[in-house]
């Protein structure tokens, strides 16, 4: 059993950054593959950032890449997303997720467990 706590959410001006942290309880915390998704209103929840369970393998959504950079720190158990030149278009609830397969899936049908959601709001 995984529970997810996000943090570090906000409001930003466009052209700004942010930067999201996930932790996550459990001793196995490095055994699993750790994802992004986000939620923007009224549209369905979408991939943005994947990491395997020790960092070889990272995948980015085509409109993220470039700007945010998925980590893991498995001592401290947490995994973190780094949002640079944010765009209003990337406001939505973001979410940290686990998954016991190792690999870093864009899919959220992979994932396993999910955290409560941070809201990032970017203003134009």
């Known amino acids: 059993q995984v529970q997810l706590v996000e943090s570090g959410g906000g409001l930003v001006q466009a052209g700004g950054s942010l930067r999201l942290s996930c932790a996550a309880s459990g001793r196995t915390f490095s055994r699993y593959a750790m994802g992004w998704f986000r939620q923007a209103p009224g549209k369905e929840r979408e991939f943005v950032a994947a990491?395997?369970?020790?960092?070889?393998?990272?995948r980015y959504a085509d409109t993220v890449k470039g700007r945010f950079t998925i980590s893991r720190d498995n001592a401290k158990n947490t995994v973190s997303l780094t949002m640079n030149s944010l765009k209003p278009e990337d406001t939505a609830v973001y979410y940290c997720a686990a998954d016991r397969a190792v690999v870093a899936s864009t899919l959220s049908v992979e994932y396993d467990y999910w955290g409560q959601g941070t809201q990032v709001t970017v203003s134009s």
């Open positions: 990491i395997d369970w020790i960092g070889g393998k990272i």
